[in-house]
């Protein structure tokens, strides 16, 4: 587990340097101002997960499901909420009726929301020396 959550980290944090690059050259060209800003969003909301997920890989053991849950809900809730984010900023640019993800992209921001209560009831649990 502490081998996916890490990779995860990585490449979480590897693809939001690369897309927000891109998003603050290539697609400045192409989006309109508001769906940039909402591709940037995306973006910073991986970029945060991804050193949350580094952090969560780095010092927990995965030996229990509480410590197992808020890293599956981290990781689950970034892909859904960022990639739907994404494919909603691109979608005029396509030309394509996305529409139907943007119900989606608030249920990655419940399993974030998910994974970070299980952090805190967790930490509330778990006495530490």
């Known amino acids: 587990m502490k081998n996916i959550v890490l990779t995860v980290a990585a490449f979480y944090g590897m693809t939001a340097v690369i897309l927000g690059a ?34 969560i890989g780095m010092f927990f053991q995965f030996s229990n499901g509480m410590e197992r849950s808020a890293a599956w809900l981290l990781m689950a809730g970034t892909l859904v909420f960022s990639v739907s984010i994404y494919l909603l900023s691109f979608a005029d640019y396509w030309g394509v009726n996305l529409k139907f993800l943007g119900p989606i992209t608030p249920l990655g921001g419940l399993l974030m929301l998910a994974g970070w209560g299980v952090l805190m009831v967790y930490f509330m649990k778990t006495k530490f020396s």
């Open 22 to 55: 891109f998003g603050a050259h290539a697609f400045k060209k192409i989006l309109a101002v508001e769906k940039l800003s909402s591709f940037e969003v995306g973006v910073r909301y991986q970029m945060y997960h991804a050193l949350a997920l580094l952090v």
